[in-house]
């Protein structure tokens, strides 16, 4: 009986590899079309604001992440960006995944922990797609706890060149807006990753907390930048 079930696991994990079965037939989908489109966005997106500083130059200071899973989008504005510009980059995040949902964030694909990266894994992953270590720094904590005034002190007078949100939750949203307040320039590009989550709804994530900063502090002006299916992004045309 064991030997018919090793052969049984054996012909399945074959017949996966078949390019006639149904299985596998999306899993290649999957990876080729739709992953590659999701990724063919983002290079899209990072390229536009390469081009758009690169034009307008010089716009110099930090490239800022917020929300930095997996490395992902840290590695594209490396990539992106090292050849033209000389900007430090910043990574700020729990290093823990999400935080405590609260009722205005719950939707069924939040759950605390989630989307975890440990720091060490992160710097690891980054410095092995060919940043210098002296050209990161990562800020560990939640936002509601490590974006502080004094760490505005410890990066300013610079301001922000690029800063890209992708902390998913309006929760985590409102302290990074009030946070890069200072940072904000002529030309400062901000990127929500997850403007289109909670069904688009303009009450919930990333659009509520941008709504509500833009009414908040109306001497500033945007103009509304690269749009993709998931992310939308704006250029600071008055600081304040």
């Known amino acids: ?7 049984k696991k054996i012909v399945w994990q074959l017949l996966r590899r078949i390019p006639f079965t149904s299985q596998y037939r999306a899993r290649r989908w999957v990876e080729d079309e739709y992953m590659g489109f999701a990724h063919q966005n983002l290079r899209h ?32 504005a490396w990539s992106h960006f090292r050849h033209l510009f000389s900007w430090d980059f910043v990574a700020f995040d729990s290093f ?3 935080p405590d949902i609260e009722d205005i964030d719950k939707q069924a694909i939040w759950e605390k922990g989630k989307l975890e990266t440990r720091e060490e894994d992160f710097i690891r992953i980054v410095t ?9 720094t990562t800020v560990k904590g939640f936002y509601d706890q490590s974006l502080t005034p004094q ?32 940072f904000l320039q002529i030309g400062t590009v901000i990127v929500f990753d997850d403007w289109n989550c909670f069904y688009g709804d303009p009450d919930h994530g990333e659009r509520r907390a941008w709504h509500e900063f833009c009414e908040a502090n109306p001497e500033f002006r945007f103009v509304k930048f690269v749009s993709t299916n998931e992310a939308q992004s704006f250029i600071c045309t008055n600081p304040g």
């Open 96 to 98: 823990a995944g999400l």
């Open 151 to 182: 760490l505005q002190q410890q990066f300013l007078p610079k301001k922000a060149a690029v800063v890209y949100v992708d902390c998913d939750l309006y929760k985590s949203t409102v302290p990074v807006l009030q946070f890069i307040r200072p």
């Open 128 to 136: 092995k797609a060919g940043m210098p270590r002296n050209r990161l």
């Open 1 to 7: 009986m064991l030997i018919l079930v090793y052969a």
């Open 45 to 76: 997106l990072f390229l536009s604001i390469a081009r758009f500083a690169h034009i307008n130059r010089p716009i110099n200071g930090y490239y800022f992440e917020f929300g930095s899973h997996e490395a992902r989008t840290m590695r594209l």
